[in-house]
């Protein structure tokens, strides 16, 4: 994990898209794989590479380039979330964006809004910051454990993220 110094105010994965992708570098590649003669012969798959932090996000799947660079932006925020932490967010946390997506101690959001690597940036730094004590952590962002451990499983890498930072302080491992 490596610290954020993008912008001390506002963590990468916190950005506004143009903010974001003024801080990357973006190369196109010819994709390959079933899609037919457009997706061999155009460049269409994106590579987004965060200069400051060296996390990247790529995508191929689609045979336009615009689809692919929104796919691969959203996949950089969800590598921003898994692997930069910022130790300004864990302490705001919960962060106004937490509360409002965090009702009755439930975490209401799909994996796929533009705020769940955001939110899940910040579940991941208060459980790094709390030294993997998940009931700890939920106390602080007000959610239940078992919300907070649902929540994470939403993206299995960063139930691994956990699991890896339990296992250094001798905790036993998340399901």
């Known amino acids: 994990m490596t610290d954020s110094s993008a912008s001390p105010a506002i963590?990468?994965?916190?950005?506004?898209?143009?903010?974001?992708?003024?801080?990357?570098?973006?190369?196109?590649?010819r994709s390959s794989g079933p899609g037919g003669q457009h997706r061999n012969k155009?460049?269409?798959?994106?590579?987004?590479?965060?200069?400051?932090?060296?996390?990247?996000?790529?995508?191929?799947?689609?045979?336009?380039?615009a689809d692919n660079r929104q796919m691969a932006l959203k996949r950089l925020r969800v590598n921003l979330a898994l692997q930069v932490r910022?130790?300004?967010?864990?302490?705001?946390?919960?962060?106004?964006?937490?509360?409002s997506r965090c009702r009755n101690e439930?975490?209401?959001?799909?994996?796929?809004?533009?705020?769940?690597?955001?939110?899940?940036?910040?579940?991941?730094?208060?459980?790094?910051?709390?030294?993997?004590n998940t009931h700890s952590a939920a106390e602080q962002l007000g959610c239940s454990h078992s919300q907070l451990v649902k929540f994470l499983k939403l993206e299995p890498r960063g139930l691994k993220v956990v699991n890896e930072v339990r296992r250094t302080q001798g905790l036993r491992e998340l399901e």
């Open 106 to 132: 439930r975490i209401v959001i799909n994996p796929d809004h533009h705020d769940f690597a955001p939110l899940l940036a910040e579940a991941l730094g208060v459980i790094a910051d709390r030294q993997g």
């Open 42 to 65: 155009t460049e269409s798959a994106v590579v987004l590479h965060h200069t400051p932090t060296g996390v990247e996000g790529q995508a191929s799947e689609r045979r336009s380039q």
């Open 11 to 29: 963590p990468p994965v916190c950005q506004d898209d143009d903010t974001l992708l003024r801080q990357c570098t973006l190369r196109f590649l």
């Open 86 to 99: 910022s130790p300004a967010l864990a302490a705001a946390a919960p962060t106004p964006l937490w509360r």
